[in-house]
């Protein structure tokens, strides 16, 4: 997707990421520049200012160090990588910054303004007479810190990200921690509904199991048919429960009529699906959960609907006639056949999910009218939607569904399923302020279990391997380069979700893993999002899919893991550093696993450790900014602290994490 500029793929993709983030350059000969000394850190404000992404229209400042005397001319050539190339890369030349300059280092200075919203690559390129070098970021896979010099144009570029000017979401996104919701699997509120599903679907009869915690019965159609009778009335029961976790958004996985159990198969956008409830309990359930300053996201399934549905009604299940009845259906022109009736457009390899397309009827129905499905939904009270499988429709097409959709809801949440597998990775292209509000951050999940999973292969394949510390710092902070800071406050940090492996499986049913996982989720910038359970200690891995979805575990929670979620949740409320403050990376140590970055804000530094070694290690921390004389406590392990110092030591146990909380 971003042409020459394959760092942006291999870095985020897995391939090959160097040992150490921060560890400068590699000497390469060139007749009179010395390599050595040159050096450009993305990850850094002394080079990079400021370190994030920008709204068009603003400048970034850059550094860049050469040997005193060493160059004559240091020049940043920036080209835009999407969304098309400009051709031939812009030269900037680059002035000395004398007061930053010193009798052994030249520090060149250069302020960039991208002229348009997109991706935009740059390195530069150093001359000392007729002698040149490159400069840029490891083309086997850098991190956006320290880069490499080459003889040769570079393959790989730094990024700089141009997000719209006018980029807003809703303010309460960030102070969000959001619990995903299976419904079926949560809590059985309401018994008299159990049976009430769509049976048969797909000519298959489905089964109600009676034991909340039996196991679940093995059939062959993955157990997508098989009920257990949770439903809205349980996940309104439960909500002092939730917010006594710190809980304040629900994230519900579809409650629409469909054939299946897990609903990703809509047979009626309009209906609440019977087992679930009605529209007066879903309702009472928006009411409850306003009360409790909870907000509701729903799951929007528009790239297909089932093809036992009213639109499609392969099955005859529905008194009018669907697309696959009859070409005089009013749905017909919502699909796409090859060969009607049997040939069409579907989600990819499952013949039961007939993909809608673009036409202007189906953009009236799902999101353009005010009484479409998308507007329908928000009026009667839901807070905002997750969107699913997003690439299957055009930019064109969500950009439009934007449009629509805020001008009339403009403080409800669009989250996307974005296409973390391709190039992009986490969907950046998506998230530049004209499409969603922010993503499921898979790459946040696949970095966390890298490293913390110790060589168990990330979901989805896009880092397997096990990441050293460095590795993970630095991919860390890219991440935060990279996202709009608006779309940080709105994409989904999650470690697990009903469609991947459950998170304590991943980390080899390790409980303090577990607990790293949380603490991380709770001090990172973005959203914290817990799959319902995890907290609790529930399992499950493999297939059926349905592996991954078992009922909560309310007999028999892991009681202390609920306490540890609970406390660093709170936590996180607590301290608005750790929800919208900088990150600022403060050293790593492959040998001892050893990681510590520092979330700042104007009032707060809270630096945050990680011990994901298997011994108690003490290590030194740097106060240039803290108030000497100032305590600090461990909010994990209770141990207090006093800034005496440039550096004080922080005694940190085996596999776990320090959060220093100042005074206030």
């Given at each position: 997707?971003?042409?020459?500029?394959?760092?942006?793929?291999?870095?985020?993709?897995?391939?090959?990421?160097?040992?150490?983030?921060?560890?400068?350059?590699?000497?390469?000969?060139?007749?009179?520049?010395?390599?050595?000394?040159?050096?450009?850190?993305?990850?850094?404000?002394?080079?990079?200012?400021?370190?994030?992404?920008?709204?068009?229209?603003?400048?970034?400042?850059?550094?860049?160090?050469?040997?005193?005397?060493?160059?004559?001319?240091?020049?940043?050539?920036?080209?835009?990588?999407?969304?098309?190339?400009?051709?031939?890369?812009?030269?900037?030349?680059?002035?000395?910054?004398?007061?930053?300059?010193?009798?052994?280092?030249?520090?060149?200075?250069?302020?960039?303004?991208?002229?348009?919203?997109?991706?935009?690559?740059?390195?530069?390129?150093?001359?000392?007479?007729?002698?040149?070098?490159?400069?840029?970021?490891?083309?086997?896979?850098?991190?956006?810190?320290?880069?490499?010099?080459?003889?040769?144009?570079?393959?790989?570029?730094?990024?700089?990200?141009?997000?719209?000017?006018?980029?807003?979401?809703?303010?309460?996104?960030?102070?969000?921690?959001?619990?995903?919701?299976?419904?079926?699997?949560?809590?059985?509120?309401?018994?008299?509904?159990?049976?009430?599903?769509?049976?048969?679907?797909?000519?298959?009869?489905?089964?109600?199991?009676?034991?909340?915690?039996?196991?679940?019965?093995?059939?062959?159609?993955?157990?997508?048919?098989?009920?257990?009778?949770?439903?809205?009335?349980?996940?309104?029961?439960?909500?002092?429960?939730?917010?006594?976790?710190?809980?304040?958004?629900?994230?519900?996985?579809?409650?629409?009529?469909?054939?299946?159990?897990?609903?990703?198969?809509?047979?009626?956008?309009?209906?609440?699906?019977?087992?679930?409830?009605?529209?007066?309990?879903?309702?009472?359930?928006?009411?409850?959960?306003?009360?409790?300053?909870?907000?509701?996201?729903?799951?929007?399934?528009?790239?297909?609907?089932?093809?036992?549905?009213?639109?499609?009604?392969?099955?005859?299940?529905?008194?009018?006639?669907?697309?696959?009845?009859?070409?005089?259906?009013?749905?017909?022109?919502?699909?796409?056949?090859?060969?009607?009736?049997?040939?069409?457009?579907?989600?990819?390899?499952?013949?039961?999910?007939?993909?809608?397309?673009?036409?202007?009827?189906?953009?009236?129905?799902?999101?353009?009218?005010?009484?479409?499905?998308?507007?329908?939904?928000?009026?009667?009270?839901?807070?905002?939607?997750?969107?699913?499988?997003?690439?299957?429709?055009?930019?064109?097409?969500?950009?439009?569904?934007?449009?629509?959709?805020?001008?009339?809801?403009?403080?409800?949440?669009?989250?996307?399923?974005?296409?973390?597998?391709?190039?992009?990775?986490?969907?950046?292209?998506?998230?530049?302020?004209?499409?969603?509000?922010?993503?499921?951050?898979?790459?946040?999940?696949?970095?966390?279990?890298?490293?913390?999973?110790?060589?168990?292969?990330?979901?989805?394949?896009?880092?397997?391997?096990?990441?050293?510390?460095?590795?993970?710092?630095?991919?860390?902070?890219?991440l935060t380069v990279l996202i709009p800071r608006p779309a940080d406050y709105a994409s989904m940090n999650l470690i697990g979700s009903h469609d991947t492996d459950r998170a304590l499986d991943n980390v080899?049913?390790?409980?303090?893993?577990?607990?790293?996982?949380?603490?991380?989720?709770?001090?990172?910038?973005?959203?914290?999002?817990?799959?319902?359970?995890?907290?609790?200690?529930?399992?499950?891995?493999?297939?059926?899919?349905?592996?991954?979805?078992?009922?909560?575990?309310?007999?028999?929670?892991?009681?202390?893991?609920?306490?540890?979620?609970?406390?660093?949740?709170?936590?996180?409320?607590?301290?608005?550093?750790?929800?919208?403050?900088?990150?600022?990376?403060?050293?790593?140590?492959?040998?001892?696993?050893?990681?510590?970055?520092?979330?700042?804000?104007?009032?707060?530094?809270?630096?945050?450790?990680?011990?994901?070694?298997?011994?108690?290690?003490?290590?030194?921390?740097?106060?240039?900014?803290?108030?000497?004389?100032?305590?600090?406590?461990?909010?994990?392990?209770?141990?207090?602290?006093?800034?005496?110092?440039?550096?004080?030591?922080?005694?940190?146990?085996?596999?776990?994490?320090?959060?220093?909380?100042?005074?206030?």
């Amino acid at each position: 997707m971003f042409g020459r500029s394959s760092r942006f793929t291999a870095a985020l993709a897995g391939v090959m990421i160097l040992s150490s983030v921060f560890s400068g350059t590699r000497p390469v000969r060139a007749q009179s520049i010395n390599t050595a000394a040159l050096y450009f850190n993305g990850h850094l404000a002394q080079y990079r200012s400021p370190v994030a992404a920008l709204p068009s229209g603003s400048s970034v400042t850059l550094h860049f160090r050469t040997a005193h005397d060493g160059a004559t001319t240091v020049t940043v050539r920036l080209d835009r990588l999407y969304p098309s190339p400009l051709g031939t890369p812009m030269q900037i030349p680059m002035s000395l910054d004398r007061a930053g300059s010193s009798s052994q280092f030249d520090l060149w200075r250069a302020t960039l303004t991208p002229s348009s919203v997109g991706i935009w690559g740059f390195d530069f390129l150093i001359q000392d007479g007729s002698a040149q070098v490159w400069y840029a970021d490891d083309p086997n896979g850098g991190t956006g810190g320290g880069g490499t010099a080459a003889t040769s144009p570079p393959t790989a570029q730094y990024h700089l990200v141009v997000y719209q000017p006018d980029f807003t979401v809703p303010s309460w996104l960030k102070n969000a921690v959001i619990y995903e919701i299976f419904p079926d699997r949560f809590y059985n509120g309401d018994n008299t509904n159990d049976s009430k599903v769509m049976n048969p679907a797909y000519r298959l009869k489905a089964t109600i199991v009676k034991n909340w915690n039996s196991p679940e019965p093995s059939t062959a159609d993955y157990n997508q048919l098989n009920y257990y009778g949770g439903d809205l009335q349980g996940i309104i029961d439960k909500l002092p429960y939730l917010k006594g976790l710190g809980v304040n958004v629900l994230y519900l996985t579809p409650i629409f009529q469909a054939g299946t159990n897990h609903g990703y198969d809509t047979a009626n956008y309009m209906e609440i699906a019977p087992h679930l409830g009605t529209l007066k309990t879903f309702k009472a359930l928006v009411a409850a959960a306003h009360k409790d300053h909870m907000k509701v996201i729903l799951d929007g399934v528009f790239n297909h609907t089932s093809s036992d549905s009213v639109y499609f009604n392969q099955y005859g299940t529905f008194n009018s006639a669907g697309a696959y009845q009859s070409q005089s259906s009013p749905y017909y022109g919502w699909y796409t056949f090859q060969s009607w009736p049997k040939q069409y457009s579907s989600y990819p390899g499952v013949s039961t999910m007939p993909e809608l397309n673009e036409s202007d009827a189906v953009k009236n129905f799902i999101f353009q009218s005010s009484d479409s499905v998308a507007q329908y939904w928000l009026a009667q009270g839901a807070d905002g939607w997750r969107l699913d499988h997003t690439v299957g429709k055009s930019d064109t097409y969500w950009q439009e569904f934007r449009t629509a959709v805020k001008g009339r809801f403009s403080n409800d949440a669009l989250i996307c399923e974005c296409d973390y597998s391709q190039s992009a990775a986490i969907g950046i292209p998506k998230l530049l302020g004209n499409m969603f509000d922010g993503d499921m951050n898979y790459v946040f999940q696949s970095l966390a279990l890298a490293f913390f999973a110790h060589g168990r292969e990330s979901p989805l394949g896009i880092f397997p391997f096990e990441m050293t510390a460095s590795q993970f710092l630095g991919l860390m902070v890219e991440l935060t380069v990279l996202i709009p800071r608006p779309a940080d406050y709105a994409s989904m940090n999650l470690i697990g979700s009903h469609d991947t492996d459950r998170a304590l499986d991943n980390v080899w049913n390790s409980i303090p893993e577990m607990r790293q996982l949380a603490a991380l989720q709770m001090t990172s910038l973005g959203t914290p999002m817990i799959y319902y359970g995890d907290e609790a200690g529930l399992t499950g891995s493999g297939q059926p899919d349905t592996a991954k979805r078992k009922p909560f575990p309310w007999s028999h929670p892991n009681k202390s893991l609920q306490a540890f979620y609970s406390r660093v949740i709170h936590l996180r409320l607590a301290n608005p550093a750790l929800r919208d403050g900088s990150v600022i990376p403060l050293f790593a140590n492959d040998a001892l696993r050893l990681v510590a970055f520092e979330r700042q804000d104007a009032k707060q530094m809270i630096p945050v450790i990680i011990n994901d070694g298997g011994a108690a290690e003490s290590v030194y921390i740097p106060t240039t900014g803290m108030k000497q004389g100032s305590p600090l406590t461990d909010s994990i392990s209770g141990k207090r602290y006093t800034v005496s110092g440039p550096k004080i030591s922080v005694s940190v146990a085996a596999r776990s994490t320090a959060i220093l909380i100042p005074a206030t």
